[in-house]
Nanobody, 123 residues
């Protein structure tokens, strides 16, 4: 599957952005989808994941209640709605897909990656 992320940009603290990730290739609904982020000089960290049906979602504690992951299996797209953004949310955000469930926090266990989209939150 090929992943194309978009929607990043510059926003003030407290603002919102919605990231999108369009998928092509094999059946989109057969993949668990997720988002990771990587700040300069840091490792890539898990942000959120959503199962194949969209009925179950998972978040890192630092974004729970502010970010919402969703998917549209007709449009082959996964979204990350980010509200109440903070400067520490600044990072490159990567869309990712995996064929298995569980172990969402381990980047090495995800199978496919998009190119990333920059999110910058100013204070």
């Amino acid at each position: 599957v090929q992943l194309q992320a978009s929607g990043g940009g510059l926003v003030q603290a407290g603002g919102s952005l919605r990231l999108s990730c369009a998928a092509s290739g094999r059946t989109f609904s057969s993949y668990t989808m997720g988002w990771f982020r990587q700040a300069p000089g840091k490792e890539r960290y898990f942000v959120a994941a959503i199962n194949r049906s969209g009925m179950s979602t998972y978040y890192v504690d630092s974004v729970r209640g502010r970010f919402t992951i969703s998917r549209d299996n007709v449009k082959n797209t996964v979204y990350l709605q980010m509200n109440s953004l903070k400067p520490e949310d600044t990072a490159i955000y990567y869309c990712t897909a995996k064929t298995s469930d569980g172990n969402y926090g381990y980047a090495q266990l995800w199978d496919y990656w998009g190119q990333g989209t920059q999110v910058t939150v100013s204070s």
